[in-house]
């Protein structure tokens, strides 16, 4: 299985900014969209951003729109989330994924990131 490797969680203060990187081990997974889920303590994963396999399409959860950004680079097979004005309520593990109708009920998820930790202090 094509492996998803994630970066750049850590601690920061309501108000800031971080970005995660994800980056697929294999080129053949551009074809898919690609995206971010989250998972808060004692709440199931969600939809946060979701890309098409182009990057001509973007599509992301309410809250975090106006204050998220999803981009990828096809050619170093990476997905990036820039992540400004974060909030307390985004404290989760946020988990890059590879696949198909990311942002549906039932999404096609070809391949999961170990995901990242984002902690933002109130």
């Known amino acids: 299985q094509a492996q998803l490797v994630e970066s750049g969680g850590g601690l920061v203060q309501a108000g800031g900014s971080l970005r995660l990187s994800c980056a697929a081990s294999e080129r053949s997974l551009s074809v898919f969209s690609m995206g971010w889920f989250r998972q808060a303590p004692g709440k199931e994963r969600e939809f946060v951003a979701g890309i098409s396999w182009r990057g001509a399409y973007t599509n992301y959860e309410e809250s975090v729109k106006g204050r998220f950004t999803i981009s990828r680079d096809n050619a170093k097979n990476t997905v990036l989330l820039q992540m400004n004005s974060l909030r307390f309520e985004d404290t989760a593990n946020y988990y890059c994924?590879?696949?198909?109708?990311?942002?549906?009920?039932?999404?096609?998820?070809?391949?999961w990131g170990q995901g990242t930790r984002v902690t933002v202090s109130s």
């Open positions: 994924a590879v696949g198909l109708g990311l942002s549906s009920v039932h999404p096609t998820i070809v391949s």
